[in-house]
């Protein structure tokens, strides 16, 4: 199994490195049709991460159908591993991480494990790197790279109110692409500053832990204004800075001094209905910033490691 997953991983840097699309579809058929067949792929003897046996050659698995599905492109360790009854809103939207769900004192868990590695391009991957890429005119690269993590966060299944969480430090939320979110005033200094130094991705990197991180807008999200963003510790969802379609929501929780700019209703994921952030320029950032307040419990912050 192990020796298969490399394989795919292989395979998908091969054909993102020959600029063929690896859409979910094909990554899941390649998954089937590598189980049980040896790819002699590269043919170099001097890989040690070719295994042994076989030697058979089979160049068959030809899963290309040309369709328009967005990209998998995970960099670093994480490739997209999703289990069966996690619920379909995060199944459907989220990859490049390993996600599960898990009962723990009676307590029903969805467990994200990722690298966070960002799937797209950044200065943060190091100067050497392939994906290495120039912050944005006026901005100013930070002068150290992001390192891969190994998170495992855990979000209550069923999100629950009893002991709202406020400020979280650190990691507050996981991005649809397996990186981590971190609130506005998780920043040390003044987030203005922070913001001089974000990648086109809208993302930068954390002194000492050196976890890549979002503060608000993940730009390289395919529809990013209007999208689900990710999941946010408590176990709600978070979307862009508008509604599905397109307009300006109303309504959002505004009361407090940390409110959460949240609010309930449909979604194309929740019909019938369920309370959801939206990022939101809620203090003249220029960007749509994630909240400083949660609606949940999100006691499974503790639960955080790298
Ligand atoms: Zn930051
Ligand atoms: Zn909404």
Not at 20 to 48: P, Q
Not at 239 to 264: A, C, M, V
Not at 266 to 295: C, E, K
Request: aromatic share 8%.
């Amino acid at each position: 199994m192990n020796l298969s997953r490399k394989m795919l991983f292989l395979l998908m840097s091969v054909s993102i490195a020959v600029g063929t699309s690896a859409c979910k579809e094909s990554v899941d058929e390649l998954l089937n049709s590598t189980e049980n067949s040896d790819d002699s792929g590269s043919g170099d003897t001097g890989s040690g991460d070719t295994g042994s046996g076989g030697g058979e050659t089979n160049d068959e698995d030809d899963s290309d159908e040309g369709t328009e599905t967005s990209e998998i492109e995970c960099f670093g360790t994480d490739e997209t591993d999703i289990d069966d009854d996690v619920p379909d809103w995060v199944k459907d939207n989220f990859h490049c991480s390993r996600i599960y769900t898990m009962t723990q004192n009676n307590v029903e868990y969805l467990v994200i494990e990722t690298d966070d590695v960002p799937n797209h391009g950044s200065p943060y991957h190091g100067a050497d790197s392939e994906y290495y890429e120039e912050v944005p005119d006026g901005n100013r690269e930070q002068n150290f790279d992001l390192e891969e993590q190994d998170f495992v966060i855990k979000f209550p299944l069923t999100p629950t109110t009893d002991d709202p969480a406020v400020t979280v430090p650190g990691a507050c939320g996981v991005a649809v692409n397996g990186v981590v979110f971190y609130q506005g005033s998780s920043s040390t200094g003044s987030l203005d500053d922070e913001l001089e130094t974000m990648d086109n991705g809208n993302g930068h990197v954390a002194g000492g832990s050196l976890q890549y991180h979002y503060h608000g807008t993940p730009l390289y999200v395919e529809d990013y204004q209007t999208a689900l963003l990710g999941i946010m510790l408590d176990g709600y969802p978070i979307y862009g800075e508008k509604e599905e379609d397109g307009t300006e929501p109303t309504d959002l929780d505004e009361s407090g001094d940390d409110p959460t700019f949240g609010h309930t209703h449909a979604t194309s994921h929740f019909p019938n209905g369920m309370f959801h952030y939206h990022i939101r320029d809620w203090d003249n950032f220029g960007v749509p910033i994630l909240p400083n307040s949660m609606q949940g419990d999100a006691s499974s912050q503790a639960q955080v490691s790298n």
